[in-house]
């Protein structure tokens, strides 16, 4: 029986959409709260500006490539059938253009994580280049495999964007430092947040959007949404408890950035598997990502690479280790699929592999190819802003503009 | 006339300026500054990295006053702003050469 | 076959118009942020009364005059027999209540807009007063018109306010700021945004808001919705796009308050036209807005109209290009009627005239009620705090509070 | 007849649990910009620190005691039966699970807004036992005796929690300041809010998510829920309005604090109410509550205890006005019981005197308990701060952080 | 070379710059400060309860000129940032030993 | 004694406290403040209109020093916040007539 197109679905993708629109906003908040005065409004425009880039090479492009019609029983891409929208109609009540409206608001998020790692350096003309192409190169053909394509039809589990998102995205972090270099100073001069209400402004924002980015992702208000709202709730609280823990006990004190960071932390790690584990599972994945993540954020000092805000840390390991986790806690309850329980419901390690899998192919990929974006925009127009740029900051060398004004001097 | 130009603890501030005021003091120019010196700075931590911090808060007084009362608003300024704790600051006294209210035009003593 | 009310649609209804209440808080950032340090809380207040007021007068006369059921079949204003919203239950399931309240929002927004243009200088007495009376006589007239009037019915499309909203506001704002005057020492004396990060915050309030003030238009979560929330999505970021290459190649320099001006610019474009377009009209209407709101921002200095932050500018014109735009793009599979199809649609000329109709009228109108009503406000208690306060700073003299006491001193 | 889930119900709730997610942010945000500089951090944590521990032991165990299925037909406490959401499927489509997540919203934010009475003087370690304790102790009962128990079996009423939640913390914030003591200073030296453009970004959080609080307590999109919605959109208009018509009058200048505190008057004054009222009782209601309110807030130097915050002034007040308003203003076409109409729908003493009873409880219950627990920690732990941590700011004292590090010193 | 310090009203720190620059006088530096004066304060009210705020907003200008042209500059000062009002402020002059300029090494009167 | 005031471009704050801190000066104060000069200023651009922004960002450094420091001290100051572009700013030396350690009471050089 064909069931009719049901008004509630439609009402909570398109909240969702809204909600995962909010999120980049959040994100710029939370990455300009921790930058210092002088480099906060470049750091707002890298990301906002994701937002004005890739809606429009979304309906272009990138849905008819990943997603689209044309997408589906194809492996590795899809073909340019659906370009510009074409052929999609609202006389399904608007399912579809509501889901490619959401889906659209992750493509656009997903380059704006990796600003938080290039903080403070880059001059934004690459930025402005590499935020198309990465999202085209990396991004389009990484979230078909995953959702849909070679990797997922294997048998991997990607909720709403673990391995597609985080991971992916962490991982390009990592390659852009690389090639950009390190902060001239870093990392002997540090520069606390020169706002943490700001951060923590990000942070609300963040969390309320991200049940748009994981309950949204069961496209429909249904049990599952329900189930992926509930653990989204648990790990984001678990996670950020965890890190205050281990802060309280490690340095002596609670911290607020603590808490941000915990915070995000679990929401990373439970993006993956939100719609396939329940009861104590959101817990204890939470639990987890906040220790690891809140030990993750210190490889850069040792292995020197300068990821300013985080996003290998944070995101990278964050989505690594809440998508692995799915290869444990994955509860059969949520799909028929033979193979797919964790082992802890009983299921053989064939999943673990598949999760395994799935993230080596994003993490060579996405580190091969951002490696090389960024190797052609440094032999051509260059990476890095002057040095003169760097020290009296990037808001006025590049945007021509000053964050705050305050004072009786204007 | 002389120019006394206290560095305080911010928290003093009050305590400092209720102090002049009763003494007569009208008039004096505050600036909120950083200060470096034995008491030292603190640590900060965000994300497990401490930061050090050398400079602290403190608030410098200004207050341009007749020779004659130079002593006694020096004295009143190191009682009301000491805590007794390392980083209370200091107080120095320079001359100056003269002083123009900008409202009348009036100079000297008068004009303070 | 009647159909039960369908939980979505009430659902639906509900969000929307909780995204549009939270953008009259955003609108305060989007302002206050742009404004300096000692009139900022000015500036917020104006915004938040509106919400206050507004309201409370929308539930007693506004609704029964413009929308009310007494509305219907009339032509040019209701009568009050719903008066504080007799006759209102919610045996329907809600739906009607959801409506009305959704559209008080609108009606609370609407003044807020006009906030703007007047900054700095208009006394708060005379806002209190010029905001309800303005609403009475201009705001609920035009709706009326636009959404099931006379202006409606020959056959002008506006869907979510681009005419009854943004044209309105705007071309009030210049009359307003005629009869205020301009600001001492403007246009020689320029006062840079005093907080860029809360310009941006109201931004990012104001595009996450505006899918309910445009998809809500839909009055359900419908196809329709779906389709104008894509195309809310894609005019903000193609807007923000051009705004920000015409800064780039003209200025020099992409900057974040371009961004935010952009953004604004495509969603009051979008307005009147998120309904009844689809395909790429959303992207080359969001374009042309961005760049025609870049240049009509600089008008107020050629012609002398001390319009503070370019409400006339952003809202009246970018009203003004989408309301028009429809009369090109209108896609005719939106609607049954026969004669609505835009000139890129195999219509004639017949749409876009009834657009420059209902626009001239609303312009007429406004302009007119809103000089009459700031006249007779200046010859009673006066429009314009004294120099003083000018000099000093609204806030102290008019609210007697300051919006930042940090640091040392306090 | 069974009627199937309907999904805009489940889409309704989930985005309710976001709203009342969000108001935790943005009541840290409305209390912390109230705070000074120093003490903001601190300010900001005690609130973010309630929805990292609440959401876990909500799920472990405040469910099941007071909501869960072994909490119905009992009416005083429920037992363990679903501990960690044993026996919690997804099988009635996720309205349980929704719901549940919902609920845990409203159990994050009651401790949170008791951190407004105890500012910048509270050691964070007796903030971090007092925040769990007092959730089990006094909320989780409280909450089941006024929902489905004694209390609410008896014929009280309550629609989303100002008995349980705002009485209930408002009382038990004057029992912690007791225990607690003055701020050094306090009344004599006064702390002007650091930031009024973030209490004013926390007041928009909070209308916002209000929405959600209210009109989502009807657990479904249906004409309750709109008519609660509607009444919250009216009701913190109307008290907004009062409060500052209040401080026109009485001090000659209109607020934007008196804006912020007035429209969280109201909403705390509907909250009771806001499904059993209906036509222009909400305006009087937030008129009411607005006056109210807004001279109570007074009474603390009256009295002399150092509610810093005015938490008894706003939640306590407003929540108490509200409720008791309900006596008068239930509308019986909101429910089919007999007793249930309010004096002015015919109704006699009894709904009213129900109303007195319900509080009465509730208000001995919290206070008692909150002033056992504070003086238990008072006793071990100690639950103040050093008078040097107190004088030179807890955030630097506890948290190791500072909000802000604008400037070239950084 | 003196040391040329005044406090003014902030906003009239425009017409002070345009006047000294007018005059030929190339460099100074200024400070946000807040004053005590004569002129009082101002009372704020939050919730009701009113808040005696003592110090107000001033800008405190710097400059270091030569002995010839300080009497000129005291002057240009004193008309720019006269209002008439109450709380116009105060300029004091005080010695400078010596200047030096930092780019260059330079100093005297050459490093002004 | 005297007062060494030096007006150094922000970002050499750092470098310049470091060089003092080794040559054992104990004690410094700074200031935010806004300097204008040859460097002249730089213009931001807001919807198309661009400001003149002619004060630009500084730090004010105090230190208050034996007479017998005061040549070594000015060096190091010179050298640390040198960058050799224009702006680099100045330092001047006044006389200090007094100084008091608010802790203590003590006065003359071991106050400092
Ligand atoms: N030589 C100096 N010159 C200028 N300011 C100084 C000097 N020494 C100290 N100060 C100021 O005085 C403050 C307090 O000095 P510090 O050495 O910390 O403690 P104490 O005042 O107890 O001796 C410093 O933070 C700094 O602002
Ligand atoms: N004795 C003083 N020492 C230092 N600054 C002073 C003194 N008297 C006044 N000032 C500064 O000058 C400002 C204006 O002084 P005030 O007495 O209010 O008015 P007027 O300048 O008209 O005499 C004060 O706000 C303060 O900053
Ligand atoms: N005459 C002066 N009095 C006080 N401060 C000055 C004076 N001239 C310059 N300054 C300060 O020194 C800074 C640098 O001066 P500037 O003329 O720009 O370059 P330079 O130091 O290379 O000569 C200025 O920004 C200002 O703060």
Chains 1, 3, 4 share one sequence.
Not at chain 2, 37 to 43: L, S, V
């Amino acid at each position: 029986m064909e069931e009719p197109v049901q008004s509630g679905n439609v009402a909570w993708v398109l909240v969702s959409a809204a909600l995962v629109l909010f999120m980049t906003p959040g994100l710029a908040f939370f990455y300009g709260g921790m930058d210092r005065t002088r480099n906060v409004l470049n750091m707002l425009m890298m990301n906002f500006y994701c937002v004005l880039v890739i809606p429009v090479l979304w309906v272009l492009v990138g849905y008819t490539l990943s997603y689209g019609p044309s997408a589906v029983g194809n492996d590795f891409i899809g073909n340019f059938d659906a370009f510009m929208l074409k052929g999609i109609g609202i006389a399904d009540g608007g399912m579809g253009l509501a889901t490619i409206a959401y889906l659209g608001m992750f493509a656009a998020i997903t380059p704006a994580l990796i600003s938080g790692a290039v903080a403070d350096r880059m001059k934004f003309s690459a930025w402005a280049i590499f935020v198309p192409v990465w999202s085209l190169l990396v991004y389009v053909p990484v979230f078909k495999w995953v959702f849909g394509g070679w990797l997922g039809q294997r048998g991997s589990l990607d909720f709403a964007g673990g391995t597609a998102i985080h991971v992916n995205a962490g991982i390009a972090a990592l390659a852009a430092v690389l090639v950009l270099g390190k902060r001239r100073g870093w990392p002997q001069e540090g520069h606390p947040p020169h706002s943490m209400p700001l951060v923590m402004i990000g942070t609300g924002i963040l969390w309320f959007g991200w049940f748009g980015f994981n309950a949204g992702s069961a496209l429909g208000a249904n049990g599952q949404a329900a189930q992926a709202f509930m653990n989204t709730f648990l790990a984001a609280a678990a996670a950020g408890l965890a890190w205050v823990v281990v802060e309280w006990l490690r340095d002596g004190h609670p911290t607020n950035l603590g808490v941000a960071s915990g915070i995000v932390a679990g929401l990373v790690a439970i993006t993956p598997a939100a719609g396939f584990v329940s009861g104590a599972a959101p817990i204890w994945i939470g639990l987890i990502a906040g220790v690891v993540c809140c030990y993750a954020v210190r490889l850069k000092t040792r292995f020197g690479y300068d990821d300013a805000l985080d996003v290998v840390g944070v995101h990278f390991v964050g989505g690594l280790v809440g998508s692995l986790l799915i290869g444990f806690f994955a509860n059969p309850g949520f799909f028929g699929a033979g193979h797919r329980e964790g082992l802890f419901y009983g299921g053989n390690l064939r999943l673990l592999g598949e999760q395994l899998l799935a993230n080596g192919v994003a993490i060579v990929w996405s580190f091969c190819m951002t490696f090389a974006i960024m190797m052609a925009l440094k032999k051509t127009i260059g990476v890095r802003v002057e040095a003169e740029a760097e020290a009296t900051g990037l808001d006025l060398a590049l945007h021509s503009e000053t964050a705050y004004h305050g004072g009786g001097l204007h | 006339m002389k120019l006394i130009t206290a560095i305080i603890k911010p928290f003093k501030l009050d305590e400092v300026k209720s102090a002049l005021r009763e003494a007569g003091v009208e008039g004096m120019t505050v600036t909120e500054v950083r200060g470096f010196g034995r008491q030292g700075g603190h640590t900060e931590t965000y994300r497990g990295t401490e930061y050090q911090i050398d400079f602290v808060p403190k608030v410098k007084v200004e207050i341009v006053t007749d020779e004659s009362a130079v002593d006694r608003v020096v004295e009143l300024l190191t009682d009301a702003a000491r805590s007794g704790k390392i980083g209370d600051g200091k107080i120095w006294v320079t001359g100056v050469e003269s002083i123009v209210r900008i409202r009348t035009g009036e100079s000297g003593s008068s004009a303070i």
